[in-house]
């Protein structure tokens, strides 16, 4: 190891920056089209459910791994489980992290060019249908998808860079509290519109005649990729908290915080949505063409929008800077790079293959690989294969191989009382159990198996 390991130097640095990494687009992007597709309140209940019988007991794997061994995520199960192939779980999420950290960065390019689009009134084109139109003229371009990924990614790099200390965590105590800043904003606003009781009628309310399956898989697959599970980034992240970070307490907060992203996000849209008689369930195109039609019907319509893709930008840059730690941690610590060497050759790998993403919508259209453009292919290969696979891994990992002591050691608080050592004995049952049986399941589902 070429230099001294860091630590985050706060509590509020440690719920900032993992808060964080969970926190992007999955909430704020993601979960509205998909609550809006389920019906809404009862994919909410789904959701909350999933997240705290699957999400809190992986992410607390996640950590005992990174605390316990201060290491990379290869470095970790290299002194976990030497010589044996649990260790592979580590180059399924390095592999994951750059896939995704490859086309996750062409969308977030997407909020820059939109934040320009918004500070220019969309050029005095508000119907849905000539947003459609000037979304597909910008996506299709050849140039700037490219460079706005570009962008994004020298953005990555100018705080990842500067290490985990003065970067990482110095840049999420700034932009956490201004991403929840204009949530609140964002939310204020969305409950004074003459809609507002049935668009939070339709959040809120369940109707659990419109639970099927799929609307199961739907809630089990959001709660478990809103997390950012199965990566490594929370065993990346973990390595750095100190012996006295309490784990269930941050797993409980991390969880509760992501969630509490994705609510505010429905209160801001669904209010907005049905004010303006728009469609709940119009999917991904919500937020890139029926949102900024919505917002140029707002009293400072242009501020609105800029704002919100101000917050979908600061979104995918906390979580896209956590994708980007896992590779840099292992190449520094398993090949003895420096930091800035290690970043570089990250956000390298990351930016060619992200202008191919960005060009799967333009000249490179027809050049598909089992029928899915590049873009569609990573976004497959990590969402529906890798990331169930490395959370199915890490949950039979720590359930069953690791030594229970070990997990009691990184899991227990001292003198804990009975609450604490009962959560600790239902997390390690919903890591023996509950959590490889929904996996596998949204692992089975999402390779259409079933």
Same mark, same amino acid.
């Given at each position: 190891?070429?230099?001294?390991r860091?630590?985050?130097a706060?509590?509020?640095?440690?719920?900032?920056?993992?808060?964080?990494?969970?926190?992007?687009?999955?909430?704020? /992007?993601?979960?509205?089209?998909?609550?809006?597709?389920?019906?809404?309140?009862?994919?909410?209940?789904?959701?909350?459910?999933?997240?705290?019988?699957?999400?809190v007991?992986?992410?607390c794997? !996640? $950590?005992?791994?990174?605390?316990?061994?201060?290491a990379?995520?290869?470095?970790a199960?290299?002194?976990?489980?030497?010589?044996?192939? /649990?260790g592979?779980?580590?180059?399924?999420?390095?592999?994951?992290?750059i896939?995704?950290?490859?086309?996750y960065s062409?969308?977030?390019?997407w909020?820059? !060019? #939109?934040?320009?689009?918004s %500070?220019?009134?969309?050029?005095?084109?508000?119907?849905?249908?000539?947003?459609?139109?000037?979304?597909?003229?910008?996506?299709?371009?050849? /140039?700037?998808?490219?460079m706005?990924?570009?962008?994004?990614?020298?953005?990555?790099?100018?705080?990842?860079s500067?290490?985990?200390?003065?970067?990482?965590?110095?840049?999420?105590?700034?932009?956490?509290?201004? %991403?929840?800043?204009?949530?609140?904003?964002?939310?204020?606003?969305?409950?004074?519109?003459p809609?507002?009781?049935?668009?939070?009628?339709?959040? $809120?309310?369940?109707?659990?005649?419109?639970?099927?399956?799929?609307?199961?898989?739907?809630?089990?697959?959001?709660?478990?990729?809103?997390?950012?599970?199965?990566?490594?980034?929370?065993?990346t #992240?973990s390595?750095?908290?100190?012996?006295?970070? *309490?784990?269930?307490?941050?797993?409980f907060?991390?969880?509760?915080?992501?969630?509490?992203?994705?609510?505010?996000?429905?209160i801001?849209?669904?209010?907005?949505?049905?004010?303006?008689?728009?469609?709940?369930?119009?999917?991904?195109k919500?937020?890139f063409?029926?949102?900024?039609?919505?917002?140029?019907?707002?009293?400072?319509?242009?501020?609105?929008?800029?704002?919100?893709?101000v917050?979908?930008?600061?979104?995918?840059l906390?979580?896209?800077?956590?994708?980007?730690?896992?590779?840099?941690?292992? $190449?520094q610590?398993?090949?003895g790079?420096?930091?800035?060497k290690?970043?570089?050759?990250?956000?390298?790998?990351?930016?060619v293959?992200?202008?191919?993403?960005?060009?799967?919508?333009?000249?490179?259209?027809?050049?598909?690989?089992?029928?899915l453009?590049? $873009?569609?292919?990573?976004? #497959?290969?990590?969402?529906?294969?890798l990331?169930?696979?490395?959370?199915?891994?890490?949950?039979?990992?720590?359930?069953?191989?690791l030594?229970?002591?070990?997990?009691?050691?990184?899991?227990?608080?001292?003198? *804990?009382?009975?609450?604490?050592?009962?959560?600790?004995?239902?997390?390690?049952?919903?890591?023996?159990?509950?959590?490889p049986?929904?996996?596998?399941?949204?692992?089975?589902?999402?390779?259409?198996?079933?």
């Amino acid at each position: 190891m070429t230099e001294k390991r860091a630590q985050f130097a706060t509590r509020l640095g440690v719920i900032a920056t993992t808060v964080g990494s969970a926190v992007g687009l999955g909430n704020i /992007w993601r979960f509205p089209y998909e609550a809006g597709v389920h019906g809404g309140g009862a994919f909410l209940l789904i959701d909350l459910f999933f997240i705290f019988i699957i999400g809190v007991p992986v992410v607390c794997a !996640e $950590f005992i791994i990174g605390r316990h061994t201060g290491a990379n995520v290869r470095g970790a199960f290299k002194m976990l489980a030497p010589g044996k192939p /649990w260790g592979i779980v580590s180059y399924l999420g390095i592999l994951a992290s750059i896939l995704i950290l490859s086309f996750y960065s062409v969308v977030a390019g997407w909020t820059l !060019e #939109y934040i320009g689009q918004s %500070l220019s009134d969309f050029s005095g084109i508000h119907s849905p249908e000539g947003l459609h139109r000037q979304f597909d003229i910008f996506a299709q371009s050849n /140039w700037r998808p490219a460079m706005w990924t570009v962008i994004f990614l020298l953005c990555n790099y100018l705080i990842l860079s500067r290490g985990v200390q003065k970067g990482i965590e110095k840049m999420s105590n700034i932009m956490m509290p201004m %991403l929840f800043v204009i949530l609140i904003a964002f939310s204020i606003n969305s409950l004074t519109m003459p809609s507002a009781a049935e668009g939070l009628s339709f959040l $809120f309310k369940p109707d659990f005649s419109k639970v099927t399956p799929s609307v199961l898989i739907g809630g089990m697959g959001q709660a478990f990729f809103s997390l950012s599970l199965g990566l490594g980034c929370l065993i990346t #992240y973990s390595s750095y908290f100190k012996r006295e970070t *309490p784990l269930v307490k941050t797993a409980f907060i991390t969880a509760g915080l992501d969630t509490l992203v994705a609510l505010l996000a429905g209160i801001i849209i669904f209010p907005a949505v049905f004010t303006f008689g728009e469609e709940p369930a119009a999917g991904p195109k919500l937020v890139f063409e029926i949102l900024p039609s919505i917002f140029s019907n707002l009293p400072g319509g242009m501020i609105w929008s800029t704002l919100f893709f101000v917050l979908l930008f600061l979104a995918s840059l906390t979580s896209t800077i956590s994708m980007s730690e896992i590779s840099i941690a292992y $190449f520094q610590e398993e090949f003895g790079m420096s930091r800035r060497k290690a970043t570089w050759l990250n956000i390298g790998i990351a930016m060619v293959l992200g202008i191919i993403c960005a060009l799967s919508f333009g000249m490179l259209s027809d050049f598909t690989i089992c029928g899915l453009t590049v $873009f569609n292919l990573f976004d #497959y290969l990590s969402s529906n294969i890798l990331l169930p696979v490395g959370g199915l891994i890490i949950s039979i990992f720590v359930g069953w191989v690791l030594d229970r002591a070990v997990v009691q050691r990184e899991l227990v608080t001292v003198n *804990p009382g009975r609450a604490t050592i009962i959560c600790v004995r239902l997390i390690v049952f919903c890591l023996r159990y509950l959590a490889p049986l929904c996996i596998a399941a949204v692992f089975i589902f999402g390779l259409g198996l079933f």
